[in-house]
């Protein structure tokens, strides 16, 4: 439903073209600061979550702090369904050796230039398997303590990719084809991820993740947009397409519901703020005492090199 | 109980009876085109306070004692009539009133004498006719009927330009618009800037907020009731007008003088036309917008005692993009159709029926293509329905009404399909949804009976109920996961819901100019929209009470004072309303569109509170006219599973609500128009903390709706100025200004990252307010003709 909403946004714009658009002063009292949880585990890799503030940004007595915005003194363990406990450090990637910094931003989808300033927490005792459970409990220096569950489910694995050319530019764009066959049974959860050549696996860029009520039990063939960081600047006529000579990877990462929820709502617009046509989104958590999640990915890749 | 009703209601008329009474009725028609008056007031000179008036086909019928009787014949816009009777048998007695133009400083003298609002049960009513709308300056020069609605005390409008109504705290799904008697379920065009009633096809509106009569049902909050142009019988007749937006035209005419009479009426826009020449070679070539409608109505009078009417309506939006190289295509139309034929027939002169069999529907269509796949997505609803009212003019002190409907209903909700030119891919479709089919049914009865000079009382009962029947798989879900199926056969009953919906006003007359009235009235709704956005969106789907949702309900008291000044060149009122909302829906927290997903599986219920003040004034006739409407309401929900289990405003309360319209005549041939509003704006959920997820800022909110838009306000202003009044050709020019002080309303409030701020995270800058508003000062002409 993404593209219709781009449609009707772009047909009230094009028949509106006297509409008019300026910045407004308002004075918004903060609610005080919450704490915010972002992480992952997913099959064979380390765990790892980054713990930040929120920011009460139109309160007029907010002033912002970026020291204080990773918090990077909190104690934090992770329990396996099985009973095993480990503890999760914090890590400032500024703080590490280049390359290790670089390979641990790439895990967790940030540009390069990002990695430098990013504060995470991580242990490198525990990788994910598939059909584990797992709970992290977090406290900060305060006192304050914040708890989240998750699994990894069973992956479904990706048959095969190919790409076929794009239609304005054979010569040298090509659309991502994948094929998976969906299980029986709705209550399936996906996210899909790309990775260009070195780069680290990004989201779709318009609706990352969907549910299972449009093909539950089928064979899915269907064209998938290049990820993207978020925050970079796109072009138009390259948007979602690869280029020959790439050598290219989709990840298809199966979820829970709640972990789903998360990413649903996270890329709303409504939960950026709103916009033309949608209303305010609060972002479903499954954290307990803060903001934000901690979800299992079961994920399968598959890798082609575009000729 | 259908035979019950009757033989009760028969007695009941007997009782009252006086054997030495005569009937006097008859039709009532304008002059100028044969048309059947509408509410036109028929009183009696010798008995002061006994009268009666014409029902929606003109028909009228008066009882009275033996004797001799000057009968006064009124209606607004036409001038009087008298007839002086011998009533010592039955008479029929049809008049027709001429048009008041031509004698229109009799018509201020006589002053109609129209006490309706003080003298009948009626309350919360207003009638607008299509002169008055069309008096008011409009938009873009489209005259607007629901606009005009608008400017009413205890109506809001969603928003700028927006033709929803939230009628005294109710939901924009909650009113009940007929065109013709066939229900409307989407209003407006262009999302709703402008209404798809056609103004020069519209003869007469009639908007209830309260106290809905027991004729009406199926929404909770209003009824606005538009009857279409009947044609003119009298001679051959074509008007219309050439616009900045659209040009329209209506045609009528007899095809039998005096017996039969036919009139169409269409408009189109041409902002595709008008936009081609400058986006041709741009990217947005190939993209195109446009509506029309197009209204018809065809009558033939067999005997006094026979009539037929066939009329319908057509309208549709179309939207139509292209991508540049072709590979994209995509055409969005959606619109109404309703077909309604009318049997009017006379049992006698005091038993009058109309029945009807009525056709509408409402569809919305995305089909389009891509890289060999080809996808549709589509929406609608049909219904299938038939009414009977019956007229039954007891005695001069009762009238009773009663009467059946029937419905059968089709709703598909949001239903997609893709489709692949590749004969190894699956097709997907979302054939999980299935429509879902009502029968929703109801009886009625009310009478109207003047139980001493003073007091009158209109009683109602209305029992209503709805079946949701098969065929249909009703699925059990846990955890978002199907654990149990039932299926429905073909008309296999799924659930049913019924319910009385008593009504009852009363009118206490004070003296002679002002009365008192109170009205209860009980509502149900088996339908149902819910919608997330800040305006109506044609993408709004209707569904059904069914096994997942159960039916809305409300109840409303209302008390009002009523007034008229001067020989009745004045009328005021006062009304205070309280109104209680059950089973209200809204989208849960967190809610975004799933495909193959039964949107009611999303819905929560809660309860709403409704209550206000409103002042109306009036100055009817005069080169100097207008009113002026002030609303002061307050609109709660209350969701336990939304905003915390805490008590909200609704998104649509409004403290304040102020409407001034006002016309003067400056000559014969220029008229100049005025309107101003005031609106405490609307609540909006702001945030009130911000956080980075994925790189991206993201809003934490706060309560729901806690935050306010500024005040809306704005002026409008127009000047008609008359041609040259030929036999042959009357025209005349409308200049008119929209939004004349130019203030920007905020239509939407956003957040955005500012371009040059400050840093506050890697690669995200400090977020900014922004506010959309969509109509700056906006002049517009328009020329109008008839011939």
Known sequence: MHFFNKTVSLCILLTLVIACEKEIELDIPGAGESIVVEGAIENGQFPFFSLTTTLSLFDPNFSLDPSNYFISDATATLTTGSGRTVDMDAYCLGDLDSTLAQEIAKQFGITPEAANSICVYSTFELQGELGESYSLSIKTAEGQELSAETTIRQIVPVDSIWTVPEPSNPDSLRVLFAQFMEPEGLGNYYRYFTQTNNEPFYPGLFGSVTDDNIFNGQKVIAPFDKGYARGTEIEFETYGKFTIGDTVSFKLAHMDKAHFDFWRTVEDPGSAGGGLFSTPIQIQSNVNGGLGSFGGYASSVSTIIIE | ?787
């Open chain 2, 1 to 787: 109980m259908f035979k019950f009703l009757i033989t009760s209601l028969g007695i009941l008329a007997c009782s009252l009876g006086i054997s030495q009474n005569f009937t006097v009725s008859g039709f009532i028609k304008d002059a100028s085109n044969g048309e059947d008056v509408i509410g036109a007031t028929i009183s009696v000179e010798e008995l002061s306070g006994i009268g009666t008036a014409s029902n929606v086909y003109g028909f009228y019928s008066l009882t009275l004692p033996k004797g001799t009787y000057t009968l006064v014949f009124s209606s607004v816009g036409l001038s009087n009539s008298s007839e002086t009777i011998q009533l010592n048998q039955d008479i029929e007695l049809s008049v027709e009133l001429g048009s008041s133009s031509e004698q229109l400083q009799e018509v201020i003298v006589n002053a109609e004498r129209n006490q309706d609002n003080v003298q009948t049960t009626k309350m919360s009513t207003v009638e607008m006719t299509s002169k008055e709308i069309k008096s008011i300056p409009a938009l873009m020069g489209e005259a607007d009927v629901l606009k005009a609605i608008q400017l009413l005390p205890g109506v809001q409008s969603g928003g700028e330009g927006n033709t929803g109504l939230y009628v005294r705290g109710g939901g924009p799904d909650q009113n009940l618009v007929l065109l013709d008697e066939a229900v409307v379920y989407n209003t407006g065009h262009l999302f709703g800037f402008f209404s798809v009633f056609n103004a020069d096809a519209v003869k007469n509106t009639t908007l209830i907020k309260g106290g809905m009569p027991a004729k009406y049902g199926g929404r909770l909050s209003s009824v606005v009731d538009i009857t279409m142009r009947d044609g003119n019988s009298k001679e051959f007749q074509a008007d219309g007008g050439i616009g900045l937006l659209s040009s329209r035209l209506t045609v009528q005419g007899p095809i039998v003088k005096d017996k039969s009479s036919f009139m169409i009426s269409g408009r189109r826009t041409y902002i595709d036309v008008l936009i081609a020449p400058f986006v041709k070679g741009t990217r947005a070539e190939g993209n195109s917008y446009y509506f029309y409608d197009l209204s018809a109505k065809l009558n033939y009078t067999f005997s006094r005692k026979d009539k037929l009417y066939l009329s319908g309506y057509f309208g549709e939006d179309i939207f139509q993009f292209s991508s540049s190289t072709g590979n994209f295509g995509v055409k969005i139309p959606w619109g109404n159709a309703t077909a309604t034929l009318r049997w009017n027939h006379l049992f006698s002169d005091k038993l009058f029926m109309n029945s009807s069999i009525i056709y509408n529907s409402y569809n919305f269509a995305t089909e389009g293509g891509q890289l060999g796949f080809n996808f549709k997505f589509y929406s609608g609803i049909e219904d299938w329905n038939w009414k009977t009212s019956f007229d039954y003019f007891v005695s001069n002190k009762l009238k009773v009404d009663f009467g059946w409907n029937y419905t059968f209903h089709t709703l598909t909700p949001s239903t997609a399909q893709v489709s692949s030119q590749d004969t190894s891919a699956v097709d997907f479709s979302t054939d999980d949804i299935s429509p879902k089919y009502g029968h929703e049914e109801a009886v009625y009865a009310s009478l109207d009976y003047e139980v001493s000079k003073r007091i009158k009382i209109n009683a109602g009962l209305r029992v209503s109920a709805f079946q949701q029947v098969g065929p249909y798989q009703f699925i059990q879900e846990e955890n978002g996961a199907a654990n149990d199926t039932v299926d429905y056969g073909v008309n296999e009953l799924v659930q049913n819901y019924w319910g009385p919906e008593p009504r009852i006003s009363a009118r206490f007359l004070v003296d002679d100019a002002s009365s008192i009235k109170a009205s209860v009235a009980r509502t149900k709704q088996y339908l149902h929209l819910v919608s997330n956005s800040t305006t109506t969106l044609p993408t709004d789907v209707w569904v059904p009470s069914s096994a997942l949702v159960e039916p809305q309900n409300s109840i409303q008291y209302a008390v009002g004072y009523f007034r008229n000044f001067l020989n009745d060149e004045y009328e005021a009122s006062v009304e205070v309303y309280y109104k209680d909302l059950e089973n209200q829906l809204e989208f849960e927290d967190g809610y975004t569109q799933s495909l193959n997903e039964e949107i009611e599986r999303s819905f929560v219920t809660g309860e709403g509170r409704s209550y206000g003040l409103e002042l109306f004034f009036k100055k009817k006739f005069g080169k100097f006219n207008g009113f002026v409407g002030y609303t002061w309401s307050k609109t709660l929900r209350d969701f336990p599973d939304l905003n915390g289990g805490e008590e909200f405003f609704a998104k649509f309360d409004r403290r304040h609500d102020l409407s001034v319209v006002a016309s003067y005549q400056l000559t014969d041939r220029l008229t100049a128009s005025g309107t101003f509003i005031f609106a405490t704006g609307n609540a909006i959920t702001f945030p009130l903390d911000w956080y980075v997820i994925n790189n991206e800022l993201k809003a934490n909110y706060g309560a729901r709706n806690n935050f306010r838009m500024a005040d809306y306000h704005r002026a409008d202003f127009s000047l008609t100025y008359k041609g040259k009044q030929s036999k042959k050709l009357k025209s005349e020019w409308v200049f008119s200004v929209y939004n004349l002080y130019n203030r920007w309303n905020q239509y939407v409030i956003f957040f955005d990252e500012s371009e040059n701020g400050e840093e506050i995270a890697p690669g995200i800058s400090q977020p900014v307010a922004k506010q959309i508003s969509l109509f700056p000062i906006l002049p517009s002409i328009t020329w109008n003709f008839k011939f």
